[in-house]
């Protein structure tokens, strides 16, 4: 994209552009099947967790990897529940 972005029309560097993006979608999600497959092998740590701070955490994680969010969401009122915290936000 560096080398040859000066040389490309608008309708290339467009597809350049949606190349690059549905690249790391895909980057993230094979590391999301290589963690998830590692759940068990890995300990779990139970404990009650916020689902509120799980949801913003993942709408945070979602806007820092690019991926186009509406601007306003409601979230409403979630009870805690008892779980891992890094499980359940991946699941998110």
Same mark, same amino acid.
């Given at each position: 994209m560096s080398d040859h972005a000066d040389t490309l029309n608008?309708?290339?560097k467009r597809n350049l552009d949606i190349i690059v993006k549905n690249a790391m979608k895909m980057n993230n999600l094979i590391d999301d099947l290589l963690n998830?497959?590692? $759940?068990?092998?890995v300990e779990m740590h139970k404990s009650s967790v916020d689902? $509120?701070? $799980?949801v913003n955490e993942v709408l945070t994680d979602l806007k820092?990897?690019? &991926? &186009?969010i509406p601007n306003e969401i409601t979230i409403h009122d979630l009870k805690p529940v008892h779980g891992d915290f890094s499980l359940i936000k991946q699941v998110g």
């Open positions: 608008d309708k290339g998830l497959s590692k $759940v068990g092998q689902m $509120v701070s $799980v820092l990897s690019g &991926t &186009t």
